[in-house]
């Protein structure tokens, strides 16, 4: 089976020899080598073949030159480029697609690498992913003035759950979901669920759902909560 070959571009030196010892327990992957600079890494990408680079966008501190050396590298050879950050910065993050990295990672998400890995050599359309990572962030900030519980009761009334079947799932009673749910539309500034699905969807450009479109029936959550 054909490796995937992956080129690690960060200025930890401790943080490569990690990640490199990671990614190379997977069957399908194999570091072929790294740099710790943005001209190291310039350079390299001229002599070695690989298939997936992994660049954090700060190479040096408190400059985003990683951001550049994904133009310099991707001129040097066609590959995909996985943008590596501490921080999701909505800003840096869409330079960086704009740059023509395909994806991103948060590293301390660095599980999420192998799997980030293999569907970036199936993305041929950075714009694609930037679109859907911009209408996530936009969606977490629409979300964001909710509690966790808020939150978990918005996600099941999105999917399309009715007021009783919600108040099982979570084992409530009714007066105390009916006041959640008056507190989580108060925040959203809406009058009933169905306008705070709709008023998210269109903060962070979401489609709607259509897997669930028949739990609702006729008993979904009304205005101000009531079923």
């Not at 943080?15 to 390299?44: C, F, H, P, Q």
């Not at 590959?79 to 301390?108: C, H």
């Not at 409530?172 to 169905?194: C, I």
């Given at each position: 089976m054909?490796?995937?070959?992956?080129?690690?571009?960060?200025?930890?030196?401790?943080?490569i020899?990690?990640?490199?010892?990671?990614?190379?327990k997977?069957?399908?992957?194999?570091?072929?080598?790294?740099?710790?600079s943005?001209?190291?890494?310039?350079r390299?990408?001229?002599?070695?073949?690989?298939?997936?680079?992994?660049?954090?966008?700060?190479?040096?501190?408190?400059?985003?030159?990683g951001?550049?050396?994904?133009?310099?590298?991707?001129?040097a050879?066609?590959?995909?480029?996985i943008m590596?950050?501490?921080?999701?910065?909505?800003?840096?993050?869409?330079?960086a697609f704009?740059?023509g990295?395909v994806?991103?990672?948060?590293k301390?998400d660095y599980?999420?690498l192998p799997?980030t890995?293999?569907?970036?050599?199936r993305s041929?359309?950075?714009?694609?992913v930037?679109l859907?990572e911009?209408?996530r962030?936009k969606?977490?900030?629409?979300?964001q003035?909710?509690t966790?519980?808020?939150?978990?009761?918005f996600?099941?009334?999105?999917?399309g759950?009715?007021?009783?079947q919600?108040g099982?799932?979570?084992?409530?009673?009714?007066?105390?979901?009916k006041?959640?749910?008056?507190k989580m539309?108060?925040?959203?500034?809406?009058?009933?669920?169905?306008?705070?699905?709709?008023?998210?969807r269109?903060?962070?450009?979401?489609?709607?759902?259509?897997?669930r479109?028949?739990?609702?029936?006729?008993?979904?959550?009304g205005?101000?909560?009531?079923?």
């Amino acid at each position: 089976m054909s490796r995937i070959k992956v080129f690690i571009v960060e200025d930890d030196p401790d943080w490569i020899k990690a990640m490199t010892a990671y990614l190379n327990k997977e069957d399908d992957m194999l570091v072929i080598g790294a740099a710790t600079s943005r001209e190291e890494a310039v350079r390299l990408a001229g002599t070695l073949e690989f298939d997936v680079a992994l660049m954090d966008i700060c190479l040096t501190p408190g400059r985003l030159d990683g951001i550049y050396a994904v133009m310099e590298l991707l001129d040097a050879r066609q590959a995909k480029v996985i943008m590596l950050t501490s921080l999701e910065d909505e800003a840096v993050i869409t330079q960086a697609f704009t740059a023509g990295a395909v994806q991103y990672v948060v590293k301390t998400d660095y599980r999420t690498l192998p799997q980030t890995i293999r569907g970036a050599l199936r993305s041929n359309n950075p714009m694609d992913v930037l679109l859907k990572e911009f209408a996530r962030l936009k969606r977490q900030e629409q979300l964001q003035p909710l509690t966790g519980a808020e939150r978990e009761l918005f996600d099941l009334l999105e999917e399309g759950y009715s007021q009783p079947q919600i108040g099982r799932k979570l084992f409530k009673a009714e007066s105390t979901l009916k006041n959640q749910v008056n507190k989580m539309l108060k925040k959203l500034r809406v009058k009933s669920s169905k306008e705070a699905v709709e008023k998210v969807r269109r903060g962070g450009l979401m489609p709607e759902p259509s897997d669930r479109e028949e739990t609702g029936g006729g008993d979904g959550i009304g205005k101000d909560g009531e079923g």
